[in-house]
C-alpha cells in the first residue's frame, strides 16, 4: 500500500518570503513523486516530479522540491512567494511499477500568500 | 490545445435518478482516470482504464460505472444517485513512462 501525508491543512506566508509545504510519503519500493496546485473552480495543474537523480527537483512557476529518502520526505518550496501562488496543494505519490500507474493523493494544503 | 474536457460542468440530481459524465481527451492518451474530491480526502481513485475496451476499479468504485469504448472517452454513471455521492468529479489522462497526469476541470455534483 501506498500512503501521502501533508501534515498542514493551511500554511500562510508573507508574499516575499520563503514557502514550504510538507509531504511524507509511504511505499514499498521506489517512489515517483509529484506536486500540483488547484486554483478554485479548476482542474489540478502538475507542477514537478521526481522519478530519479537529482533530489533537488525544479519546476514550473519557480518552486521547487527536494526529495528526502531517509525522511520519506518531498517537501514544496520556493524562495519567494507571491500573492498569485495562493492555491491549494497536493502531493502525491506511486510506485515504479504496476499497470496503470495509480497515483495516491495527499489531503491537500491551502497556501494563503499575505500581501 | 482543449486537452482534456468534462461535460456538464454542473448537475443537481434527485436521489435515485441516473446520469451519465463525460470525459473526452484530445492528447492520445492511453490511461485516463476518474476521481471524486471531498473537503479534507483529496482525490479519491473511482475507476480507471490502461486503454480502449478496458476497465479497472480504484479505491473508492461503488455506486459508479464506467465505460471506455472509444479511446479519447471515459464514461462515468451513476445508476440511482445517492446523497453520498455529491461530490466534485475529475477526469484524468495521462500518456506513455512517467508522464503527470492532466485533469479537466471538474463536473460539481449536487444529489438532494
Known amino acids: 500500500a501506498q500512503s501521502v501525508a501533508q501534515p498542514e491543512d493551511q500554511v500562510n506566508v508573507a508574499e516575499g518570503n520563503p514557502l514550504t509545504v510538507k509531504c511524507t510519503y509511504s511505499v514499498s519500493g521506489n517512489p515517483y513523486l509529484f506536486w500540483y496546485v488547484q486554483y478554485p473552480n479548476r482542474g489540478l495543474q502538475f507542477l514537478l516530479k521526481y522519478i530519479t537523480g537529482d533530489n533537488l527537483v525544479k519546476g514550473s512557476y519557480g518552486f521547487e522540491a527536494e526529495f528526502n529518502k531517509s525522511q520519506t520526505s518531498f517537501h514544496l518550496k520556493k524562495p519567494s512567494a507571491l500573492v498569485s501562488d495562493s492555491a491549494l496543494y497536493f502531493c502525491?505519490?506511486?510506485?515504479?511499477?504496476?499497470?496503470?500507474?495509480?497515483?495516491?493523493f495527499g489531503s491537500g494544503t491551502q497556501l494563503t500568500v499575505l500581501p | 490545445n482543449a486537452g482534456v474536457t468534462q461535460t456538464p460542468k454542473f448537475r443537481v440530481l434527485k436521489t435515485g435518478q441516473s446520469m451519465t459524465l463525460l470525459c473526452a481527451q484530445d492528447?492520445?492518451?492511453?490511461?485516463m482516470y476518474w476521481y471524486r474530491q471531498d473537503p479534507g480526502m483529496g482525490l479519491r481513485l473511482i475507476h480507471y482504464s490502461v486503454g480502449e475496451g478496458t476497465t479497472a476499479k480504484g479505491e473508492v468504485p461503488d455506486g459508479y460505472n464506467v465505460s471506455r469504448l472509444k479511446k479519447q472517452n471515459f464514461l462515468l454513471g451513476l445508476e440511482s444517485a445517492a446523497p453520498s455521492q455529491t461530490s466534485v468529479y475529475f477526469c484524468?489522462?495521462?500518456?506513455?513512462?512517467?508522464?503527470?497526469?492532466?485533469f479537466g476541470d471538474g463536473t460539481r455534483l449536487s444529489i438532494l
Open positions: 502525491a505519490v506511486r510506485v515504479s511499477s504496476g499497470s496503470a500507474r495509480q497515483l495516491t
Open positions: 484524468a489522462s495521462r500518456g506513455a513512462g512517467n508522464q503527470p497526469q492532466h
Open positions: 492528447m492520445n492518451h492511453e490511461y
